[in-house]
């Protein structure tokens, strides 16, 4: 929409503290689709003369969201509402990601150990490793951190 509306300086709030880091630089963009869109914001960044990226807390973005949210329904009674449906993804889903290397991480052991039941030898490690995924959950093939929210 920036592009479309030819704005040229942007700040960008966000509760997601992953898609932050990612967009600065901080953190790895694992997952091939995710390294497409990433590309694709680094890419669209460029043509702005200014842009920020700033992380929020989930109950400071809540109003946002939810203007967010009316904003993208098909009917408002507001008056007139920037909706832009898309047709097709805005990425190519056939670009390929070439992961040049795959470095060992913290979660590997907690990931064998949800999935497969799998514990280190070693015993120490293996008590650690039971403590941690005690502290995760296994969805859909993806680990991810209890909380409060999500109880299982």
Do not use: C
Not at 45 to 55: A, D, E, G, Q
Not at 94 to 108: G, H, I, T, Y
């Amino acid at each position: 929409m920036a592009k479309e509306l030819k704005i040229n300086s942007l700040k960008v709030f966000t509760d997601s503290q992953l898609i932050v880091g990612q967009v600065k630089g901080e953190f790895e963009a694992r997952d091939p689709i995710m390294a497409i869109y990433l590309q694709k914001v680094k890419d669209l960044v460029t043509n702005l003369r200014y842009f920020k990226i700033f992380h929020i807390h989930r109950i400071e973005n809540a109003q946002a969201d939810a203007l967010s949210k009316l904003a993208t329904t098909a009917y408002s009674s507001l008056g007139r509402t920037f909706v832009k449906y898309l047709e097709q993804s805005s990425i190519d889903k056939n670009e390929k990601v070439l992961q040049l290397a795959a470095e060992p991480s913290w979660m590997d052991p907690i990931i064998r150990y949800l999935s497969d039941g799998v514990l280190p030898e070693d015993p120490v490690e293996a008590k650690r490793t039971r403590w941690a995924a005690s502290q995760f959950v296994m969805m859909d093939g993806r680990l991810y951190k209890r909380s409060f929210f999500l109880l299982f």
